[in-house]
């Protein structure tokens, strides 16, 4: 299938859904959920709504200003026919809507169940909806005010963020590629790989076409490993410019920031389990994946220095705790101390089996707290000056 071909197929999938959602209110509005033809077209919905998690993490729609976004695609064809609906979902201030894998049929009902009285009635909407969230766990509502301080504005999603959320979901592709059946020693062809992701990563960040503001303020909190490992790559790259780092430390330090967790992807792959929760032996595993990182990088032909480094010093602390155990406390490379802090914070503002991702303020708190133990005293400055430079820069342009 031609490149255009499969766009326009991705095109017609995500309308579908949207018609579908619609579809699936109107008829909850007419008949009961067992009714056939609700049932039918609850159905319908439900198993599109699966085919897409089968290879995503999660489906994102986005309904702002009377347009509508599903993934990355904006479906300009659906404002006029849905205006009064999109008109609807203002009122209940639902402007984002998540599903996360592991939804089931049941708690999309009952959530379109909740939806559809404040359709017709939005007064108190925010509150029910709020009220909901623990009986759904895998469906997220929100407005796209992310944080306090980052109000998404509507030319965000039009425009210019939607181009970065494409590249960043065809980079995310790639690095699915790459960490795909990792067994031992990586082939040529994967190190080829990883250095044309980590150069286009490179260039982005210097060209200003991959902003820190997506990346740091609207970091979405999909917890995609994937997208984690450039978020991480991106960030330090950031950082370490801002600290002047030359240019081949620069490109070395992108690279192995990229494959700091490489050590999770090793065959076979740690998963959570099926209830969600943390195994002892998933807990272990997570907790080796630095070394077997270190041993893949290490033995592996043309890969910077950087990059084992990395990969096995990312979860120790600056005051010699963390992970692995140590016998002795060792002196940590810079660009470690780097990856820690860019990956702490990535992952704190990502879902995680344990927790819900944290806003910006408490992740930024969180590790605050724990600077001079966790963090590099300096370089965790140096990563707050680098995210207020980032907040002055949004309100200039706001
Ligand atoms: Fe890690
Ligand atoms: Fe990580």
Request: charged fraction near 25%; aromatic fraction near 8%.
């Amino acid at each position: 299938m031609g490149e255009q071909e499969e766009k326009e197929k991705l095109h017609a999938f995500h309308r579908d859904l949207c018609i579908g959602f619609v579809g699936s209110l109107r008829s909850l509005s007419l008949y009961p959920p067992e009714h056939p033809e609700t049932r039918k077209k609850l159905q319908d919905f439900f198993r599109k709504i699966d085919e897409h998690l089968s290879y995503r993490s999660s489906l994102a729609m986005l309904f702002v200003d009377g347009e509508v976004v599903v993934e990355n695609t904006r479906l300009p064809e659906l404002s006029s026919s849905l205006g009064k609906f999109l008109q609807r979902l203002e009122q209940v201030h639902l402007q984002r809507l998540v599903f996360q894998k592991g939804v089931l049929f049941e708690e999309f009902v009952q959530f379109l169940q909740i939806l559809l009285p404040l359709l017709k009635n939005p007064a108190g909407a925010e509150l029910v909806l709020a009220e909901a969230k623990e009986r759904l766990p895998h469906i997220l509502v929100s407005s796209v005010q992310l944080d306090a301080v980052s109000q998404v504005s509507y030319e965000d999603f039009s425009g210019a963020l939607q181009e970065v959320r494409q590249s960043l979901l065809s980079l995310s592709g790639q690095m699915k590629e790459l960490f795909s059946g990792v067994v031992g020693t990586l082939p040529v062809t994967k190190v080829a790989l990883a250095r044309q992701i980590a150069e286009t990563i490179h260039k982005m960040v210097m060209a200003e076409e991959l902003p820190i503001k997506v990346l740091i303020y609207r970091r979405n909190p999909d917890p995609d490993p994937y997208q984690h490992a450039i978020h991480v790559s991106a960030v330090s790259m950031a950082l370490a410019q801002r600290l002047k780092v030359h240019r081949p430390v620069l490109d070395e330090l992108c690279f192995g920031a990229l494959l700091h967790d490489i050590g999770l992807f090793v065959s076979p792959p740690i998963a959570a389990s099926a209830s969600g929760a943390i195994t002892l032996d998933e807990k272990k595993k997570r907790w080796e994946h630095p070394i077997r990182g270190a041993e893949i990088l290490l033995s592996t032909r043309g890969i910077p220095d950087l990059a084992p480094l990395i990969a096995y010093e990312h979860h120790f602390h600056y005051d010699g705790g963390g992970y692995p155990e140590q016998k002795q406390r060792r002196q940590l490379n810079f660009a470690s101390l780097i990856v820690s802090i860019t990956n702490t914070y990535d992952d704190l503002r990502r879902n995680r089996p344990e927790r819900a991702a944290l806003p910006l303020t408490d992740a930024l708190n969180w590790m605050d707290a724990r600077q001079g133990k966790e963090f590099h005293p300096l370089l965790l400055k140096q990563f707050r000056a680098m995210v207020k430079a980032q907040a002055l820069e949004k309100n200039k342009s706001a």
